[in-house]
Structures are given as structure tokens and as C-alpha cells.
């Protein structure tokens, strides 16, 4: 049985343009590119790396505009801005995560 939940656009803004945080299966194989893998970009992020954070922005924000680049998401933030991304990004990822089947045994 397929997840019904589909990934919502979590509604952020940055500088004076409203943006929306998605992330679909591009979005992870942009992080891919970046990345080995997903999980190592998450590890990363969770360490506090402001470039796996970058590109985790960019890999959520890029469906909304083909000209955005990393440097250029990089350019639109500033360090003050990011605790107020930090609960937005969280439920954008979250969203975007498979649910676990409750009787499954975890491994």
C-alpha cells in the first residue's frame, strides 16, 4: 500500500519574495549531486555544515525557479535568517519522508 501523504510547499520567505520548500524526488537527486548520497547530506546538515545546509535549501527551492543556483540561495540568506528557516525546512523534509508501517519491526 502505497503513503497517501504527499509532500507539501511549506510557505517560507526570503528577502522580500515568498518562496515555497518542496522537495520531490529532484530535489533528492539534486543533493545527490552534491552529495553521495541523501544521507550523507543529512548527516552533514545535521553537523551544522552551512554548505549541506545551502544545498538543502536549494535542492527544496529550485522546482519554484529554473534560473536559482546555490550561490545564488547563498546570496538571499544571511546567518540571521536561518533560525527562523530551521522549523520550515524541518517540516518540508519531514513531509517529503516515507511513513513507516507501524507493524513492522524496526532493523
Sequence with gaps: MSNPVRPKKIPVVIGERQYHLFFSLNSFA???DYYQTVEECLNALAK???KALRAVLYA???????EL???KVGELLTLADLPSLGEQLTQALISAMPEVPKNVPLQ
Design 60 to 66: 527544496g527551492l529550485a522546482h519554484e525557479d529554473p
Design 69 to 71: 543556483t546555490p550561490e
Design 30 to 32: 539534486l543533493l545527490e
Design 48 to 50: 551544522g555544515s552551512i
